[in-house]
T-cell receptor, first 111, second 114 residues
């Protein structure tokens, strides 16, 4: 059974701070990792993908992957109220067609 | 560029009525296609996925079924809806060529069963 765990939150941070979202997964052979942002009432939007250990930066977002610890995180720098949403972590195992999603962490950025 | 469409956007149906939700993808060929359901305040539940025309893998045994009559068309159906079928239904697609594993979601259909 492949499991993806996220703290449901809510995680509250002040505007301009760094938001840190964490995700752990149970399958050691998981190879591809994704972060989605989902605004209330909307569909998930892909914001980051990461495939190898280390950091990957895209604008204000940084994804961090540690396969040995089975841990992936998302850092949001200079958080804005518009970043307030639920963030979903997803993992995929190579050669399998399914994605496994966490239940999401709700982020509130306070002005 | 690729685009994914779902319709209808919103649907209110009585218990016991049939259901048909449609998803189409533009701008790609032979995508993997997925149906998910998200209950209020919950995570994503994978219902079905398809790797090609006529091929359907079912993840959850329920009163729902899926079909893929064309390469870029994915349909979710039910003969008789239950109250528990209410939720946000999301279609998603993924490239099958290259190393890009990214999955992209459509706008979703919000279904309320009364």
């Amino acid at each position: 059974q492949k499991e993806v765990e996220q703290n449901s939150g809510p995680l509250s941070v002040p505007e301009g701070a760094i938001a840190s979202l964490n995700c752990t997964y149970s399958d050691r052979v998981s190879q591809s990792f994704f972060w989605y942002r989902q605004y209330s009432g909307k569909s998930p939007e892909l914001i980051m993908s990461i495939y190898s250990n280390g950091d990957k930066e895209d604008g204000r977002f940084t994804a961090q992957l540690n396969k040995a610890s089975q841990y992936v995180s998302l850092l949001i720098r200079d958080s804005q109220p518009s970043d307030s949403a639920t963030y979903l972590c997803a993992v995929k195992v190579d050669n399998f067609n399914k994605f496994y999603f966490g239940s999401g962490t709700k982020l509130n950025v306070k002005p | 560029s690729q685009t994914i469409h779902q319709w209808p956007a919103t649907l209110v149906q009585p218990v016991g009525s049939p259901l048909s939700l449609e998803c189409t993808v533009e701008g790609t060929s032979n995508p993997n296609l997925y149906w998910y359901r998200q209950a209020a305040g919950r995570g994503l539940q994978l219902l079905f996925y398809s790797v090609g025309i006529g091929q359907i893998s079912s993840e959850v045994p329920q009163n729902l079924s899926a079909s893929r009559p064309q390469d870029r068309q994915f349909i979710l159906s039910s003969k008789k809806l239950l109250l528990s079928d209410s939720g946000f239904y999301l279609c998603a697609w993924r490239h099958t060529s290259g190393s890009n594993n990214e999955q992209f979601f459509g706008p979703g259909t919000r279904l309320t069963v009364l």
